[in-house]
């Protein structure tokens, strides 16, 4: 049994690549999994698509440059974790134990088995995120998905399902607006 779940992405605020590309997906959830899959549809060629990184693998910091973002937590639970996946094949899953306080890598998780796939105006990447020694499949789970892109002259523009204060704040758990209800087996 799986649930499913799409989304559109917004930007925060209007920019050159904001203008010429529309971000969307969808997210599911299975049994010690989660399924992410974004979609970015427009034009391609004004997005720095591989940051500065030569390296794949666990990598710091991704959101300086473009990469797609997901938060999960139990409702009622302070804790958190955060979900980053490059284009280029980086990657890092962190854990919160409230807004924005005790960060560190999660290292109760393998690599996320990740797809890239690039065509003429649309780019694709379809992750599988390993999650079952984080949260018991039973549990419901409140997710926000959102994207940091990066354009080829620089400029960082965010995008989200929902912007709820005066900056981009990702971490804002009001913004943790979808809801996956725990798988049963």
Request: proline share 4%; aromatic share 12%; glycine share 8%.
């Given at each position: 049994?799986?649930?499913l779940?799409?989304?559109?992405?917004?930007?925060f605020?209007?920019?050159?690549v904001?203008?010429?590309?529309?971000?969307?997906?969808?997210?599911?959830?299975?049994?010690?999994?989660?399924h992410?899959?974004?979609?970015?549809q427009?034009?391609?060629?004004?997005?720095?698509?591989?940051g500065?990184?030569?390296?794949?693998?666990?990598?710091?910091?991704?959101?300086?440059?473009?990469?797609?973002?997901?938060?999960?937590?139990?409702?009622?639970d302070?804790?958190?974790?955060?979900?980053n996946?490059?284009?280029?094949?980086?990657?890092?899953i962190?854990?919160?134990?409230?807004?924005?306080?005790?960060?560190?890598?999660?290292?109760?998780?393998?690599?996320?088995v990740?797809?890239v796939?690039?065509?003429?105006?649309?780019?694709?990447?379809?992750?599988?995120?390993?999650?079952?020694?984080?949260?018991?499949?039973s549990a419901?789970?409140?997710?926000?998905?959102s994207?940091?892109?990066?354009?080829?002259?620089?400029?960082?523009?965010?995008?989200?399902?929902?912007?709820?204060?005066?900056?981009?704040?990702?971490?804002?758990?009001?913004?943790?607006?979808?809801?996956?209800?725990?798988?049963?087996?």
């Amino acid at each position: 049994m799986s649930s499913l779940q799409e989304f559109k992405l917004y930007p925060f605020a209007a920019g050159s690549v904001t203008e010429t590309i529309s971000i969307s997906g969808s997210i599911a959830r299975q049994s010690g999994a989660l399924h992410a899959a974004f979609e970015v549809q427009g034009g391609l060629e004004w997005v720095n698509w591989l940051g500065t990184s030569r390296s794949t693998g666990r990598c710091q910091e991704l959101w300086r440059h473009t990469c797609f973002e997901l938060f999960f937590a139990i409702p009622g639970d302070p804790a958190y974790w955060e979900v980053n996946l490059s284009p280029n094949g980086c990657w890092n899953i962190y854990r919160f134990t409230g807004y924005r306080t005790g960060m560190r890598e999660e290292a109760e998780v393998d690599p996320p088995v990740c797809h890239v796939a690039a065509d003429g105006a649309l780019f694709s990447l379809g992750c599988a995120i390993d999650c079952q020694a984080l949260v018991d499949d039973s549990a419901d789970l409140e997710l926000a998905v959102s994207s940091v892109i990066q354009d080829t002259r620089g400029s960082i523009s965010y995008w989200a399902i929902d912007h709820l204060g005066p900056e981009p704040d990702f971490h804002n758990r009001a913004s943790f607006s979808m809801v996956l209800s725990g798988v049963h087996k």
